[in-house]
């Protein structure tokens, strides 16, 4: 389970926040802090994965919050979200290892591509030793960039579907031997079941993954899912977003 840590004066951004967080990754375990004392008090007493941090919090600032993290050591990211757009501002947030830097107002979007970023982030870092590739895609370097600009031109996806969560789905059916259900797919990824469901539904439309039925003697009939072996264009689509 992942724990955020959520550090913001504005209870109407704090509720953006956990409204997001619930539909990206209803799982997650997520705290709410109004000042940094509070936040303080959290962090002593539980291990936080991610910190979503704004800049300005009445009369405190949050670059001196993350600056305290970065001397304790916190293990955790730091995902900075503020309607602060100076330069020294984004500077300094940088120079202290942000995850992201989000501007108010944002979308849903784009909150959580950077949230996937985090998951991304966190899965490649749970092996021992990383191919150059996969350190290229964790700092976003010029060589990770011409991998991304080489891919075939983007599929028009549908409404509320993104490349990313689309590319992190179809990477972990992928890891699957045979058929999985959409219950084990969200729970290897970390999203949610009716994230992870839309998804699923949009790739068997589009004749990537077949679905059967399952019946059973006692209790529901359940569905599974396996990819389907094809050299089609949309397939050559997904896999130019998972390539190393």
Do not use: C, W
Not at 110 to 123: A, D, G, I, N
Not at 195 to 209: N, P
């Amino acid at each position: 389970m992942t724990s955020i840590l959520i550090l913001e004066d504005d209870p109407m951004v704090q509720f953006i926040h956990k409204s997001y967080l619930e539909k990206i990754d209803a799982t997650a375990e997520v705290t709410v802090s109004l000042n940094a004392k509070a936040a303080e008090n959290i962090l002593a007493e539980k291990e936080i994965d991610l910190v979503l941090l704004d800049i300005h919090l009445g009369q405190e600032n949050g670059l001196t919050v993350l600056r305290e993290l970065r001397h304790q050591h916190f293990a955790g990211e730091v995902i900075l979200i503020s309607a602060a757009t100076e330069v020294h501002y984004i500077k300094e947030a940088s120079h202290l290892g942000i995850l992201d830097y989000l501007i108010k107002p944002f979308t849903f979007e784009r909150f959580q591509e950077s949230y996937l970023r985090f998951l991304e982030k966190r899965q490649l870092l749970t092996t021992d030793t990383l191919p150059q590739t996969k350190v290229d895609a964790l700092f976003q370097t010029a060589s990770a960039k011409t991998k991304i600009t080489a891919t075939p031109e983007p599929f028009e996806l549908e409404k509320g579907l993104t490349e990313a969560t689309l590319g992190l789905i179809f990477a972990a059916m992928r890891q699957f031997d045979g058929a999985f259900t959409i219950l084990e797919l969200s729970e290897k990824i970390g999203l949610s079941h009716v994230s992870v469901r839309k998804y699923v539904q949009f790739l068997e439309s589009q004749q990537i993954i077949k679905s059967e039925t399952i019946y059973r003697k006692i209790g529901r009939p359940y569905q599974v899912f396996q990819l389907i072996k094809t050299t089609s264009p949309f397939m050559t689509y997904l896999e130019g977003l998972t390539k190393d």
